[in-house]
T-cell receptor, first 115, second 112 residues
Framework: EAGVTQSPTHLIKTRGQQATLRCSPISGHTSVYWYQQALGLGLQFLLWYDEGEERNRGNFPPRFSGRQFPNYSSELNVNALELEDSALYLC??????????????FGSGTQLSVL | GQQLNQSPQSMFIQEGEDVSMNCTSSSIFNTWLWYKQEPGEGPVLLIALYKAGELTSNGRLTAQFGITRKDSFLNISASIPSDVGIYFCAGHGSSNTGKLIFGQGTTLQVKP
């Protein structure tokens, strides 16, 4: 069974551009989560989608947005890129969207570099 | 907001030694999860804990959910070189936010 898949693996952009990151959850999982892992800052919660709806977002500016498609895959969009957006962006999925006590399974991430 | 303090930050040990690391929180958690991350990869789930006092093993790994629900411990017995990586604790608080809070990680290096 395939795990969580993310694309692209690496993405290089310049300041002010937009980035789109994609994620496919484990088959049967309905919830998708996005986390940012910046150097030295640990994993920071970005967004949670379940059944196509945004259920919660972390303390990030509105230029971080996303969506979940009917097949439960998800996109993360980052507009007006800033240098400090350079990080590993991790997508995770879980079986159900209760919002609590879920086991999250992570993909390998997209390394975004903003020059 | 809820925070997790994970210690130690890093460990450099000899192959065959046992390893212990822990996480503490200022508030109660309902779930504790332990992950391992290797370079260029995402975190891999090692152990999940759901009840206070619960002790769960996965091979040479053993983790415990603290009685106070504010801490958790991970032990690795007889370490081997492939145990190298960053170990993260993570927990769900009491509200249904979907937000998993992570510790800062423990970097483990094993000398053959």
């Amino acid at each position: 069974e395939a795990g969580v898949t993310q694309s692209p693996t690496h993405l290089i952009k310049t300041r002010g551009q937009q980035a789109t990151l994609r994620c496919s959850p484990i088959s049967g999982h309905t919830s998708v989560y996005w986390y940012q892992q910046a150097l030295g800052l640990g994993l920071q919660f970005l967004l949670w989608y379940d059944e196509g709806e945004e259920r919660n977002r972390g303390n990030f500016p509105p230029r971080f947005s996303g969506r979940q498609f009917p097949n439960y895959s998800s996109e993360l969009n980052v507009n007006a890129l800033e240098l400090e957006d350079s990080a590993l962006y991790l997508c995770a999925s879980s079986l159900a969207g209760t919002g609590k006590n879920e086991k999250l399974f992570f993909g390998s991430g997209t390394q975004l570099s903003v020059l | 907001g809820q925070q997790l303090n994970q210690s130690p930050q890093s460990m450099f040990i000899q192959e065959g030694e046992d390893v212990s690391m822990n996480c503490t929180s200022s508030s109660i958690f309902n779930t504790w999860l332990w992950y391992k991350q290797e370079p260029g990869e995402g975190p891999v789930l090692l152990i999940a804990l759901y009840k206070a006092g619960e002790l769960t093993s996965n091979g040479r790994l053993t983790a415990q959910f603290g009685i106070t629900r504010k801490d958790s411990f991970l032990n690795i017995s007889a370490s081997i070189p492939s145990d190298v990586g960053i170990y993260f604790c993570a927990g769900h608080g009491s509200s249904n936010t979907g937000k998993l809070i992570f510790g800062q990680g423990t970097t483990l290096q094993v000398k053959p």
